[in-house]
């Protein structure tokens, strides 16, 4: 595999305030290449989709795979998950996990990015999935738990969904590089879901998210031209249409008389 200079968590902290940093949350190998092609800084994976094949698409972004929270308990699961993830091509990982947990991978050079605001693995804390720090005590919650991660050792932490104003004073005091996901361009990057991006999501569309192209629609045009391509198959396999001489394998008319001639003389 040919070798790129991508981003290490040192340069990404060097860009905090100096330019909005673009992230995109990726499912799968095709949106691994748009995003090298498009030239986004960093993405957020399954850490399944990591491996040779998620490099070769995608050898220049900042990689962060997120460690599922529940699926994984201990610390020393969040280490050996962790260690994996990066041995197969990610750079860092996201934990929603205890302060604990973050500062035991930390303390093992492990690149750590938390979660402040609305966290939807939390939600039931903070009302549901609503904003959060709309008041002062809770924007001040909001502060302390960044504090609490940067103290326990966090490179980054995403925030979601909290008031812009609030969000910005918060990233201009941590040394943290804070990910905006609907909390305003006073944060160091801004954090989409290419499902959002791409119109391919049929559930509700979060008021953060901006619409560019409506794959639903296009996949329901494949869907329905699916479905006519198996029909018009099936009808052809009925009728004897299919298939013709064409697909087909030929013999040499000699070969197949001596194939014959065997076959009977078998029988």
């Known amino acids: ?133 709309k008041t002062a005590a809770s924007a001040f919650e909001v502060w302390r738990q960044t504090k609490a991660l940067e103290e326990a050792g966090a490179f980054a932490a995403e925030i979601e969904v909290v008031p812009g104003d609030v969000a910005a004073a918060i990233s201009n005091n941590t040394s943290m590089l804070m990910i905006s996901m609907g909390a305003g361009r006073g944060c160091d990057a801004q954090y989409l879901f290419a499902d959002d991006v791409l119109g391919a999501n049929r559930d509700h569309t979060p008021r953060h998210a901006k619409v560019y192209r409506n794959f639903a629609a296009e996949y329901d045009r494949l869907q329905r031209e699916r479905i006519v391509a198996f029909t018009e198959l099936a009808e052809d396999i009925r009728s004897g249409a299919y298939p013709e001489k064409r697909h087909l394998v030929g013999i040499d008319e000699v070969e197949l008389r001596n194939f014959l001639h065997r076959l009977e003389a078998e029988r």
């Open 1 to 133: 595999m040919k070798k790129h200079n991508r981003a290490t968590v040192a340069d990404l902290l060097a860009l905090k305030g100096r330019r909005q940093l673009t992230m995109l949350r990726i499912t799968s190998l095709e949106e691994a290449e748009a995003s090298e092609k498009a030239g986004i800084d960093m993405v957020s994976v399954p850490p399944a989709l990591l491996g040779p094949a998620f490099r070769e698409a995608a050898p220049s972004p900042f990689a962060i795979p997120g460690l599922e929270y529940g699926d994984l308990v201990s610390a020393e699961e969040h280490m050996r998950e962790a260690f994996k993830a990066l041995k197969a091509g990610g750079d860092a990982v996201y934990c929603a996990a205890s302060l604990q947990t973050i500062r035991r991978m930390r303390d093992e050079g492990i690149p750590v990015c938390g979660h402040v605001g609305l966290v939807p693995s939390k939600a039931t804390w903070t009302g549901g999935f609503r904003a959060v720090g």
